[in-house]
């Protein structure tokens, strides 16, 4: 199919301004850092400079904590009802600011406008209200008052989703009681860093939302903090694994939302075409750079041939380019070490004899960019099979019963998510039954509400975000 052309339509970056250099949030106030490190987060798609950023170390971690446990004293005596009441004011403002923070959002991370501004900015603005709503409900919840906060949360987040991270994570916090220092990813810390401005402009209570910027070693300084009372992570099953050693002997909690390598089962009888929407939405949404993406295409044997041709022919649709044009289906890659990653287990899947197909497309000649791509002629002990690419790379393995379905699905270290495809709503739940996986998408992929629960199995990690159970993260029981 030839892609028809579009005039440009750039969303204007005019409405956002950056400072070049950053502070941390802490004690309700910017403030200038103890370190005198900083590192510079640039624009994946034009490699542009946008601003400098602190590398918080010990001292600023350490002011961070004990600005939490200050504010700690306050929030978790303030009437439920009047935190909703900030929350809700927090969602109210997002909502207006949305355009901005979209705008930042997709110049920081790389990710097509059309995406901040429909999905994570509507998304975040809803988690904000949502929580808003529990936070005077807790006791009628659980039909107890015996559930308390844990305290001081650490809570560090990734680059792929920076804003809707922080918005699972310190909304179900704040509703709960408990006061936060967040670590946002060294690539994308400027929208939580325009959320700080908020939270001043709400009149947060000193020391309910704390923000140190920095890099991994801010991270570790945060996990190691005798005051924290619990962490909350999402990132890589190395660090989720590096972060759980490190807290094993302290009496604190822990939530980690890990990686994935999530199976898209595609029986023989289900709706061909809708089908292909979900796989090429379930894999090239946010360049791939998604912990449930259905990275691996399973397909009953007998329609492969089919669904393949529909497939490339829909991915040779798709428009890679400027995060800020309306028309991009495909942004730029989140940095230069995702790409190269991205590029070597690419390689590994050629070397290995994997078929790949990748669409025909001019990429800008500055930033990170990657072809959609497909791998099939795949076998299961491959690579690229096996280990979370997170980019636009999609892999597919072949089935001949449900039964083989499932054990191929589940032939993984990972848990997090899963699609089914098919017409028949008892073959549905005899899949879903089956499969390892925290989330189970039927007939559709990528669907998210802040009231439904999500979360992983096995390597995957271990805990919820969003809904009761995403509150009860947040809580522990009273001694
Ligand atoms: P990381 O797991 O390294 O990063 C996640 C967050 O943890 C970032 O804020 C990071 O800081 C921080 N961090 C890094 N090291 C430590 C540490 N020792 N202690 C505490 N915090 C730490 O993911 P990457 O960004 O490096 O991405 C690597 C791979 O992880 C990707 O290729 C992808 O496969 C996977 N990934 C999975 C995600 C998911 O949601 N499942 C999300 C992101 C990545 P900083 O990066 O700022 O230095």
Redesign the pocket.
């Known amino acids: 199919m030839d892609k028809w052309e579009y005039a440009e339509s750039i969303e204007s970056d005019s409405i956002v301004s950056i400072q070049s250099k950053y502070g941390h949030f802490i004690d309700g106030k910017f403030s200038t850092p103890n370190s005198k490190n900083y590192l510079k987060t640039v624009s994946p798609s034009t490699e542009e400079v946008l601003a400098s950023i602190s590398i918080g170390n010990e001292k600023d971690v350490d002011k961070a904590v004990n600005s939490a446990k200050e504010g700690f004293k306050i929030w978790s005596k303030t009437a439920p009802s009047e935190r909703a009441k900030y929350l809700y004011k927090l969602a109210r403002l997002i909502q207006e600011r949305s355009r901005e923070f979209a705008v930042l959002e997709s110049m920081d991370g790389g990710k097509p406008i059309k995406e901040s501004r429909d999905f994570d900015l509507p998304q975040v603005a809803s988690n904000f209200f949502y929580f808003a709503g529990w936070a005077d409900k807790l006791d009628i919840s659980w039909g107890t008052k015996e559930m308390k906060p844990y305290g001081v949360v650490g809570q560090?987040?990734?680059?792929?989703f920076p804003l809707l991270m922080l918005a699972w994570k310190v909304a179900p916090a704040l509703a709960t009681g408990n006061t936060v220092v967040l670590?946002?990813?060294?690539?994308t810390p400027l929208t939580a860093l325009l959320f700080a401005e908020l939270c001043e402009e709400v009149g947060l209570p000193k020391g309910v939302f704390n923000l140190v910027t920095?890099?991994?070693t801010?991270?570790?300084e945060?996990?190691n903090h005798e005051g924290i009372s619990k962490i909350a992570?999402?990132?890589?099953t190395?660090?989720?694994k590096?972060?759980q050693n490190a807290v094993g002997e302290r009496d604190i909690g822990l939530t980690l939302?890990?990686?994935?390598k999530a199976a898209n089962i595609v029986y023989n009888d289900a709706a061909l075409d809708q089908a292909v929407e979900g796989v090429v939405n379930g894999i090239f949404f946010n360049q791939g750079?998604v912990?449930c993406a259905g990275s691996r295409l399973l397909l009953q044997e007998d329609i492969h041939d089919e669904f393949i041709n529909k497939l490339e022919k829909r991915m040779q649709t798709l428009r890679v380019g400027n995060p800020l044009d309306k028309n991009t289906d495909i942004g730029a890659i989140n940095s230069k070490?995702?790409l190269e990653?991205i590029t070597s287990l690419v390689n590994d899947g050629v070397n290995d004899g994997g078929e790949l197909f990748q669409i025909e497309c001019e990429l800008p000649s500055t930033g990170y960019w990657y072809k959609p791509s497909l791998f099939t002629n795949v076998q299961p002990s491959y690579n690229i099979a096996r280990e979370?690419?997170?980019g636009p790379v999609l892999t597919t393995l072949t089935f001949r019963t449900p039964e083989e379905a499932v054990e191929i699905a589940n032939n993984t270290e990972y848990g997090l998510s899963a699609g089914i495809w098919t017409e028949k709503g008892s073959k549905i739940l005899w899949t879903a039954d089956r499969l390892d996986a925290g989330v189970i998408w039927a007939n559709t992929f990528n669907k998210f509400d802040p009231s439904s629960p999500f979360g992983g199995y096995k390597e995957s990690g271990f805990g919820r975000e969003g809904g009761r159970h995403g509150l009860l993260s947040y809580l522990k029981v009273r001694s």
């Open positions: 560090i987040i990734p680059w792929n670590k946002p990813a060294e690539t920095g890099d991994g801010t991270g570790a945060l996990v992570f999402t990132g890589s190395s660090v989720g590096y972060i939302e890990l990686g994935g750079h912990c070490e995702q990653k979370e690419i997170f």
